[in-house]
T-cell receptor, first 115, second 111 residues
Framework: DVKVTQSSRYLVKRTGEKVFLECVQDMDHENMFWYRQDPGLGLRLIYFSYDVKMKEKGDIPEGYSVSREKKERFSLILESASTNQTSMYLC??????????????FGPGTRLTVL | DQQVKQNSPSLSVQEGRISILNCDYTNSMFDYFLWYKKYPAEGPTFLISISSIKDKNEDGRFTVFLNKSAKHLSLHIVPSQPGDSAVYFCAASFGNEKLTFGTGTRLTIIP
């Protein structure tokens, strides 16, 4: 079974703090993704990575950066947390595109509250 | 610009009846579609998918229908069970591994 783990289930930070969200997958997947989920907005892609040290911006990258130093680990960084970054953050991983299967496997999520 | 839309934020269905969740998309380049199910405080889990070369795919109680001319897909759950109560997201992709998700529909199964 594919397992995607996230470092924290719940996190409370103060405005202006630097925040690190860690994600680890154990299935040797090339692709990793960071989303945020907000009510009425669904899942929105922040950043993704096709390979180690490679990253691409998603739909809402502003205020975020990422790091992928090892294949199994993908970190999301909030350089200076703001209250509008209070959200559920979801990490996912997948194999390279297969025409028969674009499935992504998700972690349990981190509920981040910025005060 | 919401390329994948789920126009019903919520849906209530009696246990044992059919649940039909709908999804519309605007980008005709999408060639693969997925449905995910999400319980509170958990990550989404994959439910069923369909390639654009098909118009129907079944897996047990779940069937996904794709109407390319209308840019519309639907998920049918028959019969609906209490454990089906969750938020359902449709997603679409083309040419790469990125998925574009809809806004979700909260399904409540009434016992």
């Amino acid at each position: 079974d594919v397992k995607v783990t996230q470092s924290s289930r719940y996190l409370v930070k103060r405005t202006g703090e630097k925040v690190f969200l860690e994600c680890v997958q154990d299935m040797d997947h090339e692709n990793m993704f960071w989303y945020r989920q907000d009510p009425g907005l669904g899942l929105r892609l922040i950043y993704f990575s096709y390979d180690v040290k490679m990253k691409e911006k998603g739909d809402i990258p502003e205020g975020y950066s990422v790091s992928r130093e090892k294949k199994e680990r993908f970190s999301l960084i909030l350089e200076s947390a703001s209250t509008n970054q209070t959200s559920m953050y979801l990490c996912a991983s997948s194999l390279p595109r297969d025409p028969t299967n674009d499935e992504q496997f998700f972690g349990p999520g981190t509920r981040l509250t910025v005060l | 610009d919401q390329q994948v839309k789920q126009n019903s934020p919520s849906l209530s269905v009696q246990e044992g009846r059919i649940s039909i969740l709908n999804c519309d998309y605007t980008n005709s380049m999408f060639d693969y579609f997925l449905w995910y199910k999400k319980y509170p405080a958990e990550g989404p889990t994959f439910l069923i998918s369909i390639s654009s070369i098909k118009d129907k795919n079944e897996d047990g109680r779940f069937t996904v229908f794709l109407n390319k001319s209308a840019k519309h897909l639907s998920l049918h759950i028959v019969p609906s069970q209490p454990g089906d109560s969750a938020v359902y997201f449709c997603a679409a992709s083309f040419g790469n591994e990125k998925l574009t998700f809809g806004t979700g529909t909260r399904l409540t199964i009434i016992p």
